[in-house]
Nanobody, 123 residues
């Protein structure tokens, strides 16, 4: 059964860091671009970052550019989102998703979604 599982969320103070992981089981991520999305209470889901299957191409939303870094380890079938200099407005449930296409794009329909991990930035 194909599955994505996020981990690494939690409570952190403003200015702190977290690293989210997205581990795949039941299929190989080698040929999939991966996106990270987030949804805050009362807000629409927004695309945060994505990475192509080869990792040669990445994209970041303006709101996280310079603070978040996406990476992947295909040997571990895992994608990461390093989040630094976190702000209260980063508080949301973060989801990873896989699309059966090598190209990074947040606006397209994704094939597999994880269940989400909560990130709370608060003092």
């Amino acid at each position: 059964q194909e599955q994505l599982v996020e981990s690494g969320g939690g409570l952190v103070q403003p200015g702190g860091s977290l690293r989210l992981s997205c581990a795949a089981s039941g299929f190989s991520l080698n040929y999939y671009a991966i996106g990270w999305f987030r949804q805050a209470p009362g807000k629409e889901r927004e695309g945060v970052s994505c990475i192509s299957s080869s990792a040669r191409s990445t994209y970041y939303a303006d709101s996280v550019k310079g603070r978040f870094t996406i990476s992947r380890d295909n040997a571990k079938n895992t994608v990461y989102l390093q989040m630094n200099s976190l702000k209260p407005e980063d508080t949301a449930v973060y989801y990873c998703a896989a699309i059966g296409d090598p190209t990074c794009a947040l606006s397209r329909g994704y094939d597999y979604w994880g269940q989400g991990t909560q990130v709370t930035v608060s003092s």
